[in-house]
């Protein structure tokens, strides 16, 4: 995943596509940290990610599974990047308010 700079702010990176999996309800679900919306993979994606990682340890990946484990690694840097972006800009209108 490649981060842009324009204007020396960090802007959101586009994704290609999403995996099939994560494309249905409630694959991704929203929670509060210390008031800050952050966006989460669910239970059931969660578990589905560990099954595939286990039959990675193995070397027991399908390469349709190795695609869709590639394509979860894809989302999970793009959700951690977004969260950080909420947080940073949170951070930073307390700041601006505290001025």
């Known amino acids: 995943m490649h981060f842009f700079v324009m204007n020396n702010q960090l802007t959101i990176p586009k994704l290609n596509h999403l995996p099939e999996t994560l494309l249905r309800d409630g694959a991704v679900h929203l929670e509060l940290e210390q008031g800050i919306v952050i966006f989460r993979a669910s239970v059931a994606v969660q578990a589905r990610i560990n099954e595939l990682l286990d039959k990675q340890k193995t070397n027991t ?20 990047h977004v969260n950080r972006l909420i947080r940073n800009l949170s951070q930073s209108s307390e700041v601006d308010f505290a001025a």
């Open 61 to 80: 990946l399908t390469e349709e599974e190795e695609r869709e484990l590639l394509g979860y690694e894809e989302v999970d840097d793009y959700l951690s």
